[in-house]
């Protein structure tokens, strides 16, 4: 009898967690799993028409996945193509978990841009010097 209750007082403490765990993901958004977020990294250099990708950022509340990414393509590249990598790419993204909602965000960038992207981000982006003459 003794053993009963004490096995089911850890149920209780083990489902209060598991309640307690999901509710604080919802309050508090984060990133997704390192190895999730490797096979997003994955599925986008592995498209045979992306030459690089940066910036990938994941979130997630727990039911919805949000991620974006700047991917580099040909320059020349209509919109139409760039639109239907971006596509290609996003089904592969959503078909990791199915279960979840995704928002995929891709921007287009026709050549490698990271390094201003992280300058304009941390504020140390040099702005041209504001002719004065002109
Ligand atoms: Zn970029």
New binding site residues.
Partial sequence: MLFLVFAIGIYIIYSAYEIIEDGVKILLDHALESEQVAKIGEIISGHKEVTSY??LKTRTDGSTNFIEF?M?LRPNMLLLEAHRIADEIEDKIMAINSRKRWIITP?F?PY???E??EAIFNGTRVLPVEDKNG
Avoid: I, S
Wanted: glycine share 0%; charged share 35%.
């Fill in positions: 940066h910036w700047h580099v921007h960038d490698d841009d990271e201003m992207n």
